[in-house]
């Protein structure tokens, strides 16, 4: 159990719309992290946020962005759904404060765009 | 440059047996440390066991332990008494830099998918 809960599992989207991925972590995590990771692939990082500021982001254009909130629940928001946007889309969290040694993720939110 | 490096695509195993799973990393950044993950088919990334740059010991959690050789930047994870339950993708990430106030930001390898033979 991560405590980490994404929303939702799974969904199908068309091509030219947008969708909205939820995550929630659990409390006192204030770093959450957003993964794309595409069948057969390793994850590849899209963006962190801490205490609700992005502060990293990966190779991803701006179609792709995030909220962080002060209940420890995050968005990931894309744009302009691309067929290639088909992935398993991940959050991580963990508490900086203590130690960042332990990462967790959630189980994932499956997008099919059509 | 590949900076996590996971050489099996993929390995069958007896059940019982140990297994090691290989991963070389590359990093300049003195201060780093090593995630291991499993990932069944339902999807979620399941953290197994962390290995920091400065740790002494090799870490271990259960039947999950890190084989840690710095200095050919190798981190490899062995399970013993593997299991069917062991099934799985797993990934070995790394991360660069371990401020309290730095990038979280993991790099992944491509994976290694272990099947566990009865």
């Given at each position: 159990e991560t405590g980490v809960t994404q929303s939702p599992t799974h969904l199908i989207k068309t091509r030219g719309q947008q969708v909205t991925l939820r995550c929630s972590s659990q409390s006192g995590h204030n770093t959450v992290s957003w993964y794309q990771q595409a069948l057969g692939q390793g994850p590849q990082f899209i963006f962190q946020y801490y205490r609700e500021e992005e502060n990293g982001r990966g190779n991803?254009?701006?179609?792709?962005s995030g909220l962080q909130f002060p209940n420890y629940s995050s968005e990931l928001n894309v744009n302009?759904?691309?067929?290639?946007?088909?992935a398993l889309y991940l959050c991580a969290s963990t508490?900086?404060?203590?130690?960042?040694?332990t990462i967790y993720f959630g189980e994932g939110s499956w997008l099919t765009v059509v | 440059a590949q900076k996590i490096t996971q050489t099996q695509p993929g390995m069958f195993v007896q059940e019982k047996e140990a297994v090691t799973l290989d991963c070389t990393y590359d990093t300049s950044d003195p201060s780093y440390g090593l995630f291991w993950y499993k990932q069944p088919s339902s999807g979620e990334m399941i953290f197994l066991i962390y290995q920091g740059s400065y740790d002494q010991q090799n870490a271990t959690e259960g039947r999950y332990s890190l084989n840690f050789q710095k200095a050919r930047k190798s981190a490899n994870l062995v399970i013993s008494a593997?299991?069917?339950?062991?099934s799985a993708m797993y990934f070995c990430a790394m991360r660069e830099g371990l401020g309290?106030?730095?990038?979280?930001q993991l790099i992944w390898g491509a994976g290694t998918k272990l099947i566990i033979k009865p």
């Open positions: 991803f254009p701006p179609r792709f302009a759904l691309e067929l290639d946007d088909s508490q900086t404060e203590f130690s960042g040694n | 593997s299991q069917l339950g062991d309290v106030d730095s990038n979280y």
